[in-house]
Each structure stands twice: as structure tokens, then as C-alpha cells.
């Protein structure tokens, strides 16, 4: 855009030399097989509106305060599951933005992962792989351990879930420092995933704009509020 910009800033000088230089008329312009030049910002004012789905997202997610402890402002997304087509919203921003990309499987971390993850993964016609907690999942799995506030966590699937090379994205609903996301792209990287991207909910405000995470873009729909 600022080439074809300043290839249509285009002026007339006339034969006096100490005349200033006259822009060109909207109409002068057409007929010299320009378009004026002011036509270019209202077309990228139009491409930067944000989509209107977005803010009816964020207004459906409650914030507790000091939960699940004092100085937690938690974003609750129960009050969003509580409204269909707000929850429809959602699940189809993150399938507009997956389908064509050639996915081939979704995992979903435990537990609010698996509410997005299952329905992003039949949309575009991929595979579901929960990532679970330890001693949730029946076979053999390869567990990751990961470093929270106050000790550790670990995330385990199943021994077979991903074959190597497959293209894989994560889902989770909120990410907030990360650890989990981290995990998680190990996980499935030790396995010979190809991670393409992780996709959340919500995120702190360094998260938007794709941040990246072990190398890995991270796509957030909203940003994490403080109140009501």
C-alpha cells in the first residue's frame, strides 16, 4: 500500500517554475486510469474494523473476583456456554480461521479445552486429542511436566495419538502465563507433531497480535478483563 500510494500522489507542474505544484482531481485522476489517492485510506479504515462477533464474545464472559484465591480476577466462560449463538460465535471464528490450513488433528487441554476443541476439530474435518491430567487416560501415554506458581503439573496423551509430521493446533480457553501452552507444544513435538499454532478464548494483553510461545504463534480471540 505505501508504494501504490505514492505512485498515485501524483502532480501537475506548470510552465511557470515558481507555480506550486496542483494535485491531481478525483476526476483528473480517473481519467489519467488512476484511482484518487484518498479512496486508499477509507478501504484500510473498512479491513481494520474489528468483526462485530468479537465484542459479543467478551460481554458474555463474567469476571469472579479473587477466585479460585484473593487477587484472581477469573474469567468465567460458563455465562458464554449460556448463550448458544454466542458459543456458535466463538466456535466459528477459531473454524474460519483453521479450514483450508490443513489441520489434521485438535488438542484440546484439559478440561475447558475440551469444550472447544471437539467442535473446532469436526468442522474442519480433524481428529480430537485430549490432553489430559495424570492417571486420566487408560493407556500408554507420554507425560510433560510443567513449573506452576507453587510447584508442578504435568499433561499426558495417549501413546499413538499423533503420527509424525501431522499438522496439529491447541486449544485451551484462557492463556496466562503460558506454562500449560508450553507443555504442551513439548508434548506433542516429542511425538513428531508439527504444532502450527495455539488458539484461546481469552489471553493477557501480550498474547494478542501472535505472540509467540516455544516458537509457535498464539492466536487469542479476546483479551482477559478486569471487571464487569
Do not use: W
Request: hydrophobic letters at 45%; a negative charge.
Amino acid at each position: 500500500m505505501g508504494e501504490e500510494a505514492s505512485c498515485n500522489t501524483v502532480t501537475v507542474m506548470e510552465a511557470d517554475t515558481n507555480a506550486k505544484p496542483q494535485p491531481l482531481m478525483p476526476q483528473q485522476a480517473k481519467e489519467n486510469g488512476r484511482a484518487p489517492a484518498a479512496a486508499e485510506p477509507v478501504a484500510e479504515a473498512a479491513a481494520a474494523v474489528p468483526d462485530p462477533r468479537l465484542q459479543g464474545i467478551s460481554d458474555a464472559i463474567r469476571v469472579v473476583p479473587h477466585f479460585p484465591k484473593e487477587g484472581i480476577m477469573f474469567n468465567d466462560i460458563t455465562t458464554l456456554l449460556l448463550r448458544p449463538g454466542v458459543f456458535k460465535d466463538a466456535v466459528d471464528l477459531f473454524v474460519e480461521r483453521y479450514r483450508g490450513m490443513r489441520i489434521d488433528a485438535v488438542a484440546g487441554i484439559e478440561a475447558r479445552g475440551f469444550i472447544f476443541g471437539p467442535a473446532i476439530a469436526l468442522a474442519i474435518g480433524a481428529k480430537f486429542i485430549p490432553l489430559r491430567k495424570p492417571r486420566k487416560l487408560p493407556g500408554e501415554v507420554i507425560s510433560e511436566k510443567y513449573v506452576l506458581e507453587y510447584g508442578t503439573d504435568c499433561l499426558q496423551m495417549h501413546v499413538g495419538a499423533i503420527e509424525a509430521a501431522e499438522r496439529v493446533i491447541i486449544v485451551d480457553d484462557l492463556v496466562a502465563t503460558g506454562g500449560t501452552l508450553g507443555a504442551a507444544i513439548r508434548l506433542l513435538e516429542r511425538a513428531g507433531a508439527d504444532v502450527v499454532e495455539c488458539a484461546c478464548l481469552i489471553g493477557l494483553p501480550k498474547f494478542k497480535n501472535f505472540y509467540k510461545l516455544n516458537g509457535k504463534p498464539v492466536y487469542v480471540l479476546v483479551e482477559s478483563r478486569e471487571s464487569d
